[in-house]
């Protein structure tokens, strides 16, 4: 195991967009202490920055800690030295999904906002380089989207996410020498799905209700929709209560990250001054995805839609950006190591007990 000090590892967080004074740090401690997450044998931020200014790389791999972290803003708010851990917890989280990422793409997109932009507008072009071959026949340009949405969902989590998360594994639990029993094995995976859609342990912080029922609505919302326009054809369908829970469903995707994005801009707390360009792309192209997937079926309920085919098209650009890039690459890849991590953490604590 390499232990040695890595003077350029500053350098990657200041790519991944940590550029607060992280090396005021003098581990005083007062950011572990106020954290309501830390617990015995898991004492974050504080451990996690050590690590960090000692250029401690493997270390850091092996650690699924940062992801326990909903970033409540307590630690950089009483953090004598302004050296803003919650800022860092989050740096050293694009850095893991970076680690995590086999084909390196995720490094490009965090590192570089013009390497996303170009392949966001590339995906764009191919839509419509689509659209001119189909001769934008509507008929057969929504049959191509709605078996697009399909494959997507099957290719990005067969080729890129299912290696993610194996190559997490191997990080957090293997190399990192957990020997758990088996039965923690089966425990683990049984309680990973209510930490993926309850993302629960986000009571244990303070003031954090109305932003966890926020975040549990978009979830819903996202998952119901998912399931709506692509296992139920949304926008082929002429069920009326598959409808009406498309409705229900778009419209919490994009009422609520609405007012994520206004949170965001006001900057009224801790956790919303500062925001990756990454942060951004992810609730705005969500939210994008959930109004014009609304009034897509809108229009196709006042008979708009086949004199207004460019909603569509703009749609499939969306959904086609954001299953192909932003959520294989993107921050939606929190949604799963979150809560993965919880799972291999209890298999730590498994080890030691």
């Known amino acids: 195991m390499n232990n040695r000090v890595d003077p350029n590892f500053k350098n990657e967080l200041y790519k991944l967009g940590n550029k607060e004074s992280w090396n005021d740090c003098f581990h005083c401690g007062n950011c572990t202490a106020v954290c309501s997450l830390t617990e015995e044998n898991i004492v974050f931020p504080r451990k996690a920055i050590r690590y960090m200014q000692m250029g401690l790389k493997d270390k850091l791999a092996q650690s699924a800690e940062p992801w326990l972290c909903y970033y409540c803003g307590d630690c950089t708010e009483t953090c004598p030295r302004d050296a803003n851990p919650g800022e860092i917890m989050m740096a050293l989280r694009r850095w893991q999904t970076v680690k995590y990422e086999w084909t390196g793409l995720a490094g490009l997109f965090y590192k570089s906002f013009t390497s996303l932009i170009v392949a966001l507008i590339l ?25 697009l949405e399909f494959w997507l969902i099957i290719c990005v989590f067969s080729i890129i996410l299912v ?34 859609f309850t993302q629960i342990k986000t009571f244990k912080c303070d003031k954090q209700t109305t932003r966890w029922l926020i975040h549990f609505l978009v979830v819903m919302g996202y998952l119901g929709l998912l399931v709506i326009t692509v296992f139920l054809d949304w926008f082929g369908t002429e069920n009326q ?27 009224n707390r801790e956790l919303n001054k500062y925001s990756h360009s990454t942060d951004w792309f992810f609730i705005i192209w969500l939210f ?19 004199n207004n085919f460019w909603l569509y098209m703009i749609h499939l650009m969306v959904i086609t950006q954001w299953g192909l890039l932003l959520v294989p690459f993107g921050k ?15 298999l730590k604590k498994a080890s030691l007990s």
């Open 163 to 196: 290696p993610n998360i194996i190559r997490m594994f191997y990080f957090t639990v293997i190399k990192a020498k957990v020997k758990a029993p088996i039965g923690s094995y089966i425990a683990a995976f049984l309680s990973l799905f209510g930490h993926m």
């Open 241 to 267: 209560s598959i409808i009406n829970l498309g409705y229900i469903t778009g419209g919490l995707v994009f009422v609520f990250t609405f007012i994520l994005m206004i949170s965001r801009l006001s900057k």
């Open 332 to 346: 939606w890849t929190h949604f799963l190591y979150r809560s993965f991590a919880v799972s291999f953490i209890n």
């Open 288 to 306: 994008l995805m959930g109004l014009t997937a609304f009034l897509v079926r809108l229009f196709i309920d006042i008979d708009l839609l086949t």
């Open 123 to 147: 995906v764009a072009i191919a839509i419509l380089t689509i659209g001119f071959m189909k001769d934008f026949n509507h008929e057969a340009i929504m049959h191509f989207g709605h078996s």
